[in-house]
């Protein structure tokens, strides 16, 4: 039997195009899968119901869902309380309200009623355009920079770290920083602004002669960098006159300050100020110079090895003990030192891993080009290292960002400060307020960090140049 | 020699000093120590100067003194309100230490469950996983304190109304009462039982590798292991007749009564140190098992291991040597986040000593220096521990 099979097929084969009426000339139509390999059906079975344990899990999962998630419905919208003005509104009958005995929902209407506490602190109602005005600022400029199809990235950069810092804080603080000379013996020239200015113009000519000394000293032209250190101080002179320029704003001290505003202020310098340190110290540490590495080393290990309220418990309680008799610095601006100082140590660590993780071909490479020790570092090393480092720095962002809530330890009413402030009005005072507040405060957070993580991702996957 | 058109007279080759990397170096090292030398000078000067100006005597006279304050909770150590500071000191790094180790504990545990479940094949198991991981890692640890503190604990029904939880005792607004040990004599004897049966387990575990290294010969070490480790101080607990005992807590008209009481505060960092720091775990544990190429899955199939010896012996070492560095840096974060327990009151390190004991003395620079210096010691244990294990299990790459 087989053999004549085998013989026919082979004729037919031979054959090519020959008529048979018992063979088939269209495709079969095709089937439609089985019903337990695809669709809904499919997917349930694959992922869901695929074996007996994993049955299991499903069913025990589900029944966590179950005790879980009509709970946290219920609490949130179903139950919750949405209008209102004073705590009888969120108050069970027991409590003096009219709400049935064993509720416990949200309270919304307290959220409402402190929500511009819970923004802005208490920053004067007058000046609060002056806040919105920043605000705007900052999230107009951040926006179109976070997304990468837009142009002027460089205008751009140049807005958010250079022309933003100053002018948010003229608006936030009303500027009119009272400067009063540094250098010159009070004998020659009474404090003043006129002698800030006269001091600023020494310090100049004294930085553009060392500078020009030192050029001469390596052979090379001094033009260009005496040109150059003459525009940086210029610079700065604006930016130092634009802060001390009376613009007529109300003064507003850093202890009206608060609120997820102050949470803003605090994270954004941080980080800002935190990115440059650390890129110094990561440096540092793999600098050749027995030294600076050596600082660095101490300097990193010293702030990730204590926790963040020791520093700024040492900031508010130390910090004036170690400054000169009459030197003060505000609360707001010592936290201020403690975050950045810490988070910089973390940056510099996570500045290392790209260090490491770059090729030794690129650090010769670099030298082979010609370039110097900070050229190869700016054009070659630091673009590549940063990129692979996006992960690790938005972590320490987040990090930075979570960690902001601290300072309401040291009694700044930051965003969570402010809301347990809130707990001691007792116009909203009820069982449930505090986890409405808090639930509330985990909400903004979550939107704020989550969103950071995912972009770091999308960032990652489009720098993603498929070799390291 | 190999290079014969370069001049072989012996001047060098004339560089500008300032040019001569060396140089500049030297120069900048100089510059950097200096300009250190000068900020801590001032620093120390403006301290002593500012101190003596207040009228705080300098000096750590202050820790034999009295406190003059009670503490409300210290598990193993006594104190008073007539102990010293130094007294203050110990007990508040013994409070840091015990709520760092249960917390480590669970969120091991938890950790290890929820990066298992994250990589799970059942969609609902790693979702709820994933969830979990991302509303934990994106909201401030400082805020799970206080939603644990004030939003859960604290909304607990008042002591005569406690909810009754079995063997685990009551829970109020006051804590948990909790079954309470009672030692009798000899109870320290079972813990030297353990002790000895660890120590002997790893002698006989060091002995029986060698013996299969050299003969091929197995010697079953863990359930050895386990008679010794459980076995002994079993048998040491009948053979010292009974000496713990447990004494349950009562119901009484105004909550309960006996047992050992464990405070709100404590219960609340626990839960949110470990329920936080286990999301972080849970992603480390994820990034070891995906650390692990599938072929070595494939090629212990291939050698002939059950399933099981090709976790035990293949996957889980390799895993670990990815697990264990971020691992114990995670253990350092959740010792370190154990001093945001002065949020709430919670009698750690920084609570009483770099708090209460600071504000009572005014020492600010010789309390807020030794609770630093407490930290960094044990960030820096840990460290060289990571070292230790991070050499012995790198591979040995030929």
């Known amino acids: ?468 | 020699m190999a290079v014969t058109d370069m001049p072989t007279g012996d001047e060098k080759p004339k560089v500008k000093l300032l040019n001569d990397p060396k140089f500049r170096s030297i120069v900048f090292q100089v510059i950097l120590i200096i300009f250190l030398v000068w900020v801590v000078w001032s620093m120390i000067d403006n301290a002593s100067t500012n101190l003596k100006n207040a009228g705080i005597a300098s000096g750590f006279g202050f820790l034999s003194t009295s406190s003059g304050f009670g503490l409300n909770f210290s598990p193993f150590l006594e104190y008073s309100s007539s102990s010293s500071f130094l007294q203050v000191y110990w007990v508040g790094l013994q409070n840091t230490l015990v709520l760092a180790v249960i917390g480590i504990f669970f969120a091991t545990i938890i950790g290890f469950v929820m990066g298992v479940a994250r990589l799970s094949n059942n969609w609902v198991i790693s979702k709820i996983a994933y969830w979990y991981v991302e509303i934990m890692r994106n909201t401030p640890l400082l805020l799970q304190i206080f939603i644990w503190y004030k939003g859960v604990l604290a909304t607990l029904p008042l002591a005569k109304d406690s909810i009754d939880l079995g063997a685990l005792g009551f829970l109020n607004t006051k804590g948990l009462f909790a079954p309470k040990f009672v030692t009798a004599d000899g109870a320290g004897l079972i813990g030297w039982a353990l002790l000895i049966g660890l120590v002997i387990t790893f002698v006989i575990k060091s002995w029986a590798k060698k013996r299969q290294m050299a003969t091929g010969e197995r010697f079953p070490v863990f359930w050895t292991g386990l008679g010794l480790i459980i076995g002994l101080p079993l048998l040491t607990y009948f053979i010292m007749g009974q000496p713990i005992s447990t004494e349950y807590p009562t119901a009484g008209n105004f909550g309960p009564r006996g047992g050992m009481r464990v405070i709100p505060e404590f219960i609340a960092l626990i839960l949110a140190l470990s329920l936080y720091t286990a999301a972080f775990i849970a992603e480390i544990v994820r990034a070891g098992i995906l650390a692990v190429n599938r072929g070595q899955t494939e090629a212990s199939y291939a050698l002939g291991l059950r399933p099981g010896q090709t976790l035990r012996l293949n996957i889980i070492p390799q895993a670990l040597r990815v697990i264990i560095p971020p691992l114990t840096s995670q253990y350092l974060n959740l010792t370190k986040n154990s001093s945001l327990a002065v949020a709430i009151a919670y009698p750690d390190l920084t609570a009483v000593f770099a708090g209460t004991a600071l504000n009572q003395t005014g020492q600010a620079v010789e309390i807020v220096g030794m609770t630093m210096l407490t930290y960094l010691a044990l960030s820096l244990i840990t460290s060289l521990f990571m070292n230790w294990y991070n050499a012995k299990n790198s591979l040995v790459e030929r």
């Not at chain 1, 605090?266 to 110079?289: E, Y």
């Not at chain 1, 690790?392 to 809530?405: Q, S």
């Open chain 1, 1 to 468: 039997m087989a053999d004549i099979d085998s013989q026919t097929s082979m004729n037919r084969a031979e054959t090519g195009a020959l008529e048979v009426a018992f063979v088939r000339k269209e495709l079969a139509p095709a089937m439609a899968p089985p019903v337990n390999e695809s669709g809904v059906l499919g997917w349930m079975r694959k992922n869901l119901f695929l074996n007996i344990p994993n049955t299991i899990l499903t069913l025990f999962a589900g029944y966590i869902l179950y005790l879980t998630i009509p709970g946290l419905i219920q609490w949130i919208f179903t139950d919750a309380v949405w209008s209102g003005d004073d705590r009888l509104a969120c108050a069970t009958v027991a409590q003096g309200g009219e709400l049935p005995e064993g509720w416990k929902a949200a309270c919304w209407p307290y959220v409402g009623a402190y929500l511009k506490l819970f923004i802005y602190g208490r920053y004067p109602d007058a000046e609060l355009w002056r806040v919105n005005i920043t605000l705007f600022m900052f999230f107009a400029g951040l926006i179109p920079l976070l997304m990468p199809n837009l142009p002027f990235k460089r205008e751009n950069l140049i807005f958010m770290l250079g022309i933003f810092p100053v002018a948010s804080f003229v608006l936030l603080s009303g500027g009119n920083l009272g400067l009063n000379g540094f250098l010159l013996p009070e004998a020659i020239m009474e404090p003043s602004t006129l002698k800030f200015w006269v001091d600023f113009l020494i310090l100049t000519l004294v930085i553009c002669g060392l500078v020009a000394a030192y050029m001469k000293g390596t052979e090379s032209d001094p033009i260009p960098a005496v040109v150059g250190t003459a525009i940086g101080m210029a610079v700065l002179a604006l930016v130092l006159f634009v802060m001390s320029v009376d613009f007529g704003l109300e003064p507003v001290e850093t202890d009206r300050w608060g609120g997820f505003v102050m949470t803003l202020v605090i994270a954004v310098t941080g980080i800002v100020a935190a990115l440059p340190l650390g890129i110094l110290l990561a440096l540092g540490r793999r600098s050749n110079m027995p030294a600076v590495s050596l600082f660095s080393v101490i300097f990193i290990e010293f702030w990730r090895g204590i926790p963040l309220i020791t520093v700024l418990f040492m900031s508010s309680v130390m910090l004036p003990l170690f400054l000169p008799d009459g030197v003060t610095f505000d609360k707001l601006l010592r936290a201020l030192i403690g975050v950045a100082l810490f988070s910089s140590a973390y940056m510099a660590e996570v500045v290392r891993g790209g260090l490491q993780a770059l090729p030794k071909g690129q650090y010769e490479g670099a030298m082979a080009v010609g370039l110097n020790y900070w050229q190869s570092m700016r054009l070659i090393i630091m673009p590549q290292a940063l990129k692979i480092v996006i992960p690790g720095i938005v972590n320490t962002f987040i990090g930075l960002f979570k960690d902001t809530t601290l300072v309401s330890i040291i009694g700044l009413l930051d965003f969570l400060g402010m809301i347990n402030l809130s707990h001691s009005d007792a116009t909203w005072a009820t069982p449930v307020q505090a986890m409405t507040s808090y639930v509330f405060c985990a909400f903004i957070f979550f939107l704020f960090c989550f969103g950071m993580s995912r972009y770091s991702i999308y960032m990652e996957d489009r720098l993603n140049t498929s070799h390291r």
